[in-house]
């Protein structure tokens, strides 16, 4: 069983930046592949970016290439998200997913655990 908690998120101007973090419970933290998906209101939850179980890997949705940056601490059980340069179109609620598998994967139904969410807005 894994917990995730985000935290991080808030209300930002155009072009500003944001680090969400997400805080693991248990002794596994490193088996799994974590991701960031996100929610606007009225779409469909999306991936946003992911990291393999080791952190050697990373992935971005072309939205957030470029802007954005995933990483991992498996000392601190910590999954993070730098995002920079953001846009209006990035507002949405934004939730650390782990999976058991070991490498990442773009669809939510591969992910076992998800927090509550964290909720970013980008004001023009």
């Known amino acids: 069983q894994v917990q995730l908690v985000e935290s991080g998120g808030g209300l930002v101007q155009a072009g500003g930046s944001l680090r969400l973090s997400c805080a693991a419970s248990?002794?596994?933290?490193?088996?799994?592949?974590m991701a960031w998906f996100r929610q606007a209101p009225g779409k469909e939850r999306e991936f946003a970016s992911g990291?393999?179980?080791?952190?050697?890997?990373?992935y971005y949705a072309d939205s957030v290439k470029g802007r954005v940056t995933i990483s991992r601490d498996n000392a601190k059980n910590t999954l993070y998200l730098q995002m920079n340069s953001l846009k209006p179109e990035d507002t949405a609620v934004y939730y650390c997913?782990?999976?058991?598998?070991?490498?990442?994967?773009?669809?939510?139904?591969?992910?076992?655990?998800w927090g509550q969410g964290t909720q970013v807005t980008v004001s023009s």
């Open positions: 248990g002794r596994t933290f490193s088996r799994y592949a």
């Open positions: 997913a782990a999976s058991a598998y070991s490498s990442v994967y773009t669809s939510s139904l591969k992910y076992n655990y």
């Open positions: 990291i393999s179980a080791s952190g050697g890997s990373t």
